[in-house]
T-cell receptor, first 115, second 112 residues
Framework: AQSVTQLDSQVPVFEEAPVELRCNYSSSVSVYLFWYVQYPNQGLQLLLKYLSGSTLVKGINGFEAEFNKSQTSFHLRKPSVHISDTAEYFCAVSDRSSGTYKYIFGTGTRLKVLA | ETGVTQTPRHLVMGMTNKKSLKCEQHLGHNAMYWYKQSAKKPLELMFVYSLEERVENNSVPSRFSPECPNSSHLFLHLHTLQPEDSALYLC???????????FGPGTRLLVL
């Protein structure tokens, strides 16, 4: 069965520094990949998604992610973070090979941007 | 209003109460979802509706009862809940089942 691993539960980083949030999934066959952000007391907001085509995907708020099929990874990056990026980030995979296309979410990574 | 809205945003209820959570989507989508978000756990899918028909029920206790009267509205009826049911309940919608999902702000539920 498909699974999603976000190895880092918390990532502290100083303002204007680069950040990478890691996401690995268990199967590279026919997947759609997503990153969502959740600000305090809010629902999940779509940051970016990979469906097909270019492996480098650009999203909102200056974030980007790269689909790496051989490493079954979809890491999220931002070259310079702001205090306002402090939030929880969720990686999700939609496994098309199962025929159900069900979303599987990771456990989330809490990004804390320090002044 | 735009997107996906949920009411109430916060709810405190006793174990013998009956309450309902409401979700409304203004995106013209055909599929709607209920998720449960508890601290330090992955999002748990509870129910999926497509064109008002339930297409998935992930072994959710019967004290949670969903209702989808039309493609824009989704309810979650709550009855005799337990303290461990306290969580953030998120509603989402998508154009069709399992396409990109758009989430509401959630209802923070506390069961005493």
């Amino acid at each position: 069965a498909q699974s999603v691993t976000q190895l880092d539960s918390q990532v502290p980083v100083f303002e204007e520094a680069p950040v990478e949030l890691r996401c690995n999934y268990s199967s590279s066959v026919s997947v759609y990949l997503f990153w969502y952000v959740q600000y305090p007391n809010q629902g999940l907001q779509l940051l970016l998604k990979y469906l097909s085509g270019s492996t480098l995907v650009k999203g909102i708020n200056g974030f980007e992610a790269e689909f790496n099929k051989s490493q079954t990874s979809f890491h999220l990056r931002k070259p310079s973070v702001h205090i306002s990026d402090t939030a929880e980030y969720f990686c999700a995979v939609s496994d098309r090979s199962s025929g159900t296309y069900k979303y599987i979410f990771g456990t989330g990574t809490r990004l804390k941007v320090l002044a | 209003e735009t997107g996906v809205t949920q009411t109430p945003r916060h709810l405190v209820m006793g174990m013998t109460n009956k309450k309902s959570l409401k979700c409304e989507q203004h995106l013209g989508h055909n599929a709607m979802y209920w998720y449960k978000q508890s601290a330090k756990k992955p999002l748990e899918l509870m129910f999926v509706y497509s064109l008002e028909e339930r297409v998935e029920n992930n072994s959710v206790p019967s004290r949670f009862s969903p209702e989808c009267p039309n493609s824009s509205h989704l309810f979650l009826h709550l009855h005799t809940l337990q303290p461990e049911d306290s969580a953030l309940y998120l509603c989402a919608s998508s154009q069709d089942v399992w396409e990109t999902q758009y989430f509401g702000p959630g209802t923070r539920l506390l069961v005493l």
